[in-house]
């Protein structure tokens, strides 16, 4: 990307915690010849124009999805929440981890299962074999990478309170001004500059986490099938959601094998037509698909 401004975004994967196809499933979406069809375990890989790199999320496929994006070094690591699907993967950054400890931030939860889950790396008593080097870091406050601002927006998983994140590019005049990681929220409105938001696995969103996502360029949220669920959005509750917010894109994510990515495609056109909102782009997002948010 040179030095033009914005932010890109390459879907690593969009599937939900079994993947598609899911193992020991012959349902026509899993045996799709689709590639679109085939939805690795949801993971985002951000870049910024100055060279900052971040994923959010390293699922179970991470090695071979950071291989399949280009990914050679990384600046940190967001994660969402604990469950396997989008954790497991972490052990796989060791390569990406020589040279220095790679952050990792979640919430209070997440970080002390990481911690748990991945004792041995935290440990000492390991002899042989190689582990990452990690900096588990308990967020509650935006962070800052280069000139990329990571905020975090708690929501609902079920039960369980997890992590989006949004994502958003320094202004120009601001340049120079960065002081590390816990800046005040309060400092970066949505504006001139480029914004996007991530929530997986959601289910509900609290009232005071909607100023954190109104207004986003792009959004990307969860949306795990057309029948209820407890712990994920349906498509149209996700739709619903993205109408919300105002973004003008939105990609869902996370989804399961009951519809193959035309027939989403097919739901979505007919969502924005019963509402007259065809001016919004809404569509399934699918692994390898590369997101560009220009700076205005
Ligand atoms: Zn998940
Ligand atoms: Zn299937
Ligand atoms: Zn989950």
Redesign the pocket.
Known sequence: MGHTKGVKLTILGSGTSHG???LG???P??RSPDSRDRRLRSSLYVQGSRGERAVIDTGPEFRLQAIGAGITRLDAIFLTHSHADHIHGMDDVRPLSREAPLPVYGNRETIEELQERFSYVFKETQRGGGKPKLLPVQVSAPVAVGGLLFSPVPVKHGALDILGWRIEEEKAEEAGNWGGGGRKAGGWGVGNRACAVYLTDTSAIPDSSWPLISGPDILIIGALRTRPHETHFTFEEALDTAVKTGAPRSFLTHIC?DYNHREIEAYCRSYQENRGLRRLVMGPAYDGLELIVETA
């Open positions: 598609v196809p899911m499933c012959d349902c979406v899993c094998h």
